[in-house]
C-alpha cells in the first residue's frame, strides 16, 4: 500500500509546500511552527488520499498489485477505502484546528478548499480526470501551486505574486515529469486502455510538448526581473538546467529510436523538478 499512495508524490508535495512557507521569511513576517505543522500534514494526507482513490477506483480488469488474487485485490481496494476516507476526514479537523487558531482566513480556506476539490475530480468517478488525459496536469498544479500557496497563505493570510513568479515554472517542470512517466509505462496503459496524458496527445505531439514545458520554465524563471524581483532570488533554479538539457536530450534520442535507460530518465526529470524546489528554498531561508 505504501507503494500505491506515490511516496516521490508525497516528497515532492513537502519540498514544494516547504518552499511556499520559506517565502514569508523573506517577507520579514514571522514564522509560525504550529500553522506550519497542520498545513504540513493537511497537504500529505491529501496528496496520499488522491494516490489511494485513483487506485481505489481503477478499472477491475487492472491489477493493484503484480500477482494478487481477487480476494487479495477486494480487500486492498476496500482498506485503501477506508484510510481514503479517514485521510479526508482528518484534513476537515486540521483545517477546523487551524480555523480555532484564527490563522485560516478567505484565501487559505479557498487554497484547502481547491485542495479537496482537485483530490476528488482527480480519483473519482464520474470525473475522474486520471482517466480523461488531464490527471498529469491536475498533479502538476496541485503539487507546484496548491501546495505552496497552502503553506504560504498559512504563515502570511494573503496571496503575493511572488509565490506566482515561481510556481508557475514548476508547473512546466511538474507536468514535464509526469509526462516522462507516461512514457515509463506506456506499454501496460495501451494494454489497458488508460486516459494518460500522453496516449491522448500520442507521442508525436507528447515529446515536443514535453521540451516546450521545460524550456517554458526555464524562460520564466529569466524574464522574473522583468516583473520587479531580483535576479539574487531566482538564479539558484538554473543550477538545473543543465539537467532539464540532459532530460531533452535523452528524450530526443529514445523518440529518434535508441535505447531507452527509463530509470535515469525519470531520475533526471524527479531531479530537475525536485532540485529546483529545494534551491529555491535554500535561497528563501538563507535570506
Do not use: C
Not at 11 to 29: D, E, F, H, N, V
Not at 54 to 71: A, S, Y
Not at 87 to 100: R, S
Not at 187 to 207: F, N
Amino acid at each position: 500500500m505504501l507503494r500505491l499512495s506515490r511516496p516521490l508524490n508525497l516528497l515532492l508535495a513537502a519540498l514544494t509546500y516547504i518552499l511556499g512557507a520559506s517565502i514569508p521569511a523573506y517577507l520579514g513576517r514571522p514564522f509560525q511552527l504550529a500553522s506550519f505543522a497542520l498545513g504540513l500534514a493537511s497537504i500529505l494526507l491529501a496528496q496520499a488520499s488522491m494516490a489511494l482513490l485513483g487506485e481505489v477506483f481503477r478499472p477491475h480488469n487492472e491489477p493493484l498489485v503484480e500477482g494478487e488474487t481477487p480476494q487479495q485485490k477486494e480487500t486492498l481496494r476496500n482498506n485503501m477505502l477506508y484510510i481514503s476516507v479517514g485521510m479526508i476526514a482528518t484534513i476537515a479537523f486540521i483545517a477546523f484546528i487551524i480555523y480555532l487558531n484564527s490563522t485560516l482566513t478567505l484565501s487559505s480556506f479557498l487554497f484547502l478548499l481547491s485542495s479537496f476539490i482537485l483530490v476528488f475530480a482527480y480519483a473519482i468517478p464520474p470525473i475522474r480526470l486520471m482517466d480523461r488525459g488531464f490527471g498529469e496536469l491536475i498533479l502538476a498544479a496541485h503539487i507546484a501551486y496548491v501546495v505552496p500557496s497552502i503553506g504560504f497563505l498559512l504563515q502570511v493570510g494573503e496571496n503575493h505574486r511572488l509565490l506566482f513568479v515561481l510556481a508557475t515554472p514548476l508547473i512546466a517542470l511538474g507536468l514535464a515529469y509526469f509526462l516522462i512517466l507516461n512514457f515509463v509505462t506506456f506499454q501496460s496503459d495501451q494494454k489497458y486502455q488508460r486516459g494518460t496524458l500522453l496516449r491522448r496527445l500520442t507521442w508525436e505531439r507528447a515529446v515536443p510538448l514535453h521540451h516546450s514545458l521545460v524550456a517554458f520554465a526555464y524562460v520564466m524563471y529569466a524574464l522574473a526581473p522583468m516583473l520587479g524581483f531580483s535576479f539574487n532570488l531566482i538564479w539558484p533554479a538554473f543550477l538545473t538546467l543543465p539537467f532539464a538539457v540532459f532530460q531533452i536530450i535523452q528524450l530526443r534520442a529514445i523518440a529518434n529510436g535508441n535505447p531507452p535507460n527509463w530509470k535515469l530518465l525519470t531520475s533526471t526529470a524527479l531531479a530537475v523538478f525536485g532540485l529546483t524546489t529545494y534551491f529555491l528554498t535554500l535561497t528563501f531561508w538563507l535570506r
